[in-house]
């Protein structure tokens, strides 16, 4: 399988190329822990909501973002394209880079992202130069439209948002992996390193946490956690690991028996 | 022969790259993805452990595809039967699809060295009048068949878009599925010919190696390489739900030529996902008695390795074969991997019918003469189930 | 005169750029973007926009977040 075993092992997002695998998410914890968390995480990207900003100088997350980390500022609270389009351009207003990570969500209760308007929020946004990563329902027909769209990465989830509930989608992820010719990001869902490590093994370009660390004991150390299982997983992948065909035995009667030169 | 045809001299030929005036010119990465990766691919580079591993993963990478291939796969043969055999049963269940070829003429304008049909060839043309196609098609039908495929020889002239069309429109009154195997044509042609009724298109690319096509293909449209291979996507482009793919099997470099195949609907499939894939899986015999042993002969194995590899690589794909192999094979064949066998065959123009004094002489010999009676018969005899169609007009 | 910014009535004085609007407010310029009725401001022209009475600004910033 020599097109799983590439010497310059890179995930390469809209042209930028990263070491790490590991994508954090900074919500739902301390600022003061984000430093140790992004470096025992080995994270190159970490993602940021946007929100009003507070008067008179309060702390801000940027101050405790370790330099050289690329800001992945997500669309969370939009609820529809538009909205999405908005803050996506506001937060490459603030100045840090053009990435943005599509977060569109019409349902309250399960934070299910909308794949439909997704795909119109792709457009615009790809159209106007931004480096689109949309997180989605894993869904292969609405992969191809965010491929189509332009987007520079597909985010599937794994299982319902904050859920910790691990590959709930597997199958439906595999099959991403196998069609799309994009990095497939496991997102949303994964609450253990185990799981980050079986979806690194399917061939996942990288996987995406921040509930399963912010709720651990000790959030530096499952940061850490993380990291180590995001590379054995890879490299495990790399190696070769495959999954088991369904029936390997061989039937008694042979199948060529009838060939004659 | 004292006739000379200008065009077995090389300087008398024309460029067989450029597009002649008319043909559409799609703009599309498919062709050179294709060329490239059939030219950088050394098959004496694959092991056992390639191919070990190719057969242990259940999806199949172009990369394994490249080593079931190769000849380091050959002692894996059975192993290779094996996982073809339970691809295709996942995907098809016990079904083989019947369905028989009609060709309605044989005027040909392309100067090709191996054909039967080609022009420089003294045959006898003819080409079905209406009536005529329509008397074919009810003999057919009567046959129990439901699915047809209409064939031409390759001439705008003799057989314009229109003559096709009204074939199509005929078919469909006696036949629920409808393929053409006719000459390449704009999207606005196949569009047409959609409406008119047609649902698969399948064009023979022979070669991917263009050096040798244009040793081959002396004069006619034919000759160019790059229309002809595009020939699936406008195809796709123009409304119709499947294309067909196939090389002709040692004409050049067999293992070449099937990678490219596999590769190009691989492509295809995958910008098009919507598309039906299939393959047609023809040879040129090896000449027997011949005692040096040519490597990139197709015998029996190599046909059935390339056909297991084909099912490994794309296991949704319909492949037929072809009446040119003999009973044992064909019958052999479809316990394995191939999903479409043709029966009750003829492939001069207008031996279906018996009064029928416009007839055509034959493309080339079958070697499975079988009525479609006998056919079904024989499949079923393997545990298989003939289906004659299963598709719904929408 | 009256303006609204982040959704609160707040007084300025007449002629105020947004640039100074900003600063007397205590923003940091480098982590912030703006809105003004709705359009964004750049960066570089906070010193050319003169506040009206009434416009809606709106300023945000990033916050921890990630999937949710």
Sequence with gaps: MSERNKQEDKLVIGGHSFDS????????????????????????IITLALRR?????MANIMDYIPEGVTLLPNTSGARNAEEAVRIAKLSREVGCGNFVKIEIMRDSKYLLPDNSETVKATEILAKEGFVVMPYMYPDLNTARDLQNAGAAAVMPLAAPIGSNKGLCTKEFIQILIDEIDLPIIVDAGIGAPSQACEAMEMG??????????????DIVQMAEAFKLAVKAGRQAYLSGLGRVMEKGASASSPLTGFISQ | MDNVIKED???NRIDHMQYLPGMEVLESEIQQKVIERMEAYDYNKYTEKEVREALRYEVCTPEDFEALLSPAALPFLEEMAQKAQIETRKHFGNSIYMFTPLYIANYCENYCIYCGFNCHNKIRRAKLEEEQI????????????????ILTGESRKMSDVKYIGRACEIARKYFKVIGLEVYPMNTEEYAYLHECGADYVTVFQETYNSEKYETLHRAGHKRIFPYRINSQERAIKGGMRGVGFAALLGLDDFRKDALATGYHAYLLQRKYPHAEIAFSCPRLRPIINNDKINPKDVHEAQLVQVISAYRIFMPFASITISTRECERVRDNVIKIAATKISAGVSVGIGEHIEENDNVGDAQFEISDGRDV???????????LQPVMSDYIYV | MEIMLNGEKVTCEEGVSLENLLLQMQYDKRQIAAEVNGIIIPKEEYGEYIMKPGDEIEVVTFMGGGCC
């Excluded at chain 1, 996942?204 to 004991?217: D, E, K, L």
């Excluded at chain 2, 329509?134 to 495929?149: S, V």
């Excluded at chain 2, 056919?375 to 393997?382: D, F, G, L, S, T």
């Design chain 1, 204 to 217: 996942a370009a990288a996987i995406m946490a921040n509930t399963a660390i912010a709720t651990a004991g």
């Design chain 2, 134 to 149: 329509e008397k074919e098609m009810q003999a057919i039908a009567k046959t129990g068949l439901q699915e047809i495929l």
């Design chain 2, 373 to 383: 009676k006998e056919v079904y018969q024989a499949i079923q005899k393997e545990g």
């Design chain 2, 9 to 11: 001299f090389p300087e």
């Design chain 1, 53 to 57: 900003a507070n008067q008179g100088g």
């Design chain 1, 21 to 44: 695998r590991f994508i954090l998410g900074s919500g739902k914890y301390s600022l003061d822990l984000i430093q140790a968390a992004v470096e025992h995480a080995g994270a190159q």
